[in-house]
């Protein structure tokens, strides 16, 4: 057991989830795999910088790494990175201030 949350060695365990579920795992597979395509209205790169900005705001570190590395090879520059970064930003901020919008819904008003 690892002494914290994650390692790079957890991905070894992809193997046995794909034994565990092999159907599962190719559907998860194939739509993972939408986000290299290079076919679709999205160029690649553009594709790789939206996923870098879903993966930091759903703070997936192994997906942070992969697909910034992928928007590297896909000709992203640094900036575009980081504008990507805090455009996941603005919509996390966002998000928790309509969150709390809603919240504000449960108090009598004053």
């Known amino acids: 057991m690892s002494d914290h949350y994650h390692d790079a060695s957890d991905l070894g365990l ?4 794909q034994s565990l579920a092999p159907e599962d795992f ?3 597979l194939n739509l993972n795999n939408i986000v290299g395509r290079e076919d679709g ?3 690649g790169k553009y594709r790789e910088l939206i ?3 879903v993966a930091c705001t759903t703070q997936c ?8 590395k992928a928007a590297k090879a ?5 900036a575009e990175l980081v504008e990507a970064s805090f455009v996941a ?7 928790a201030a309509t ?3 809603m919240a504000l819904k449960f108090f009598d008003s004053e």
């Open 14 to 17: 992809l193997k046995q989830m």
């Open 26 to 28: 190719k559907a998860w």
């Open 61 to 68: 570190p192994y997906c942070i790494e992969a697909h910034a």
């Open 41 to 43: 209205a999205i160029p």
């Open 51 to 53: 996923a870098v900005a």
């Open 89 to 95: 930003a603005a919509l996390r901020a966002g998000g």
């Open 74 to 78: 896909a000709g992203a520059t640094r």
């Open 99 to 101: 969150h709390g919008a």
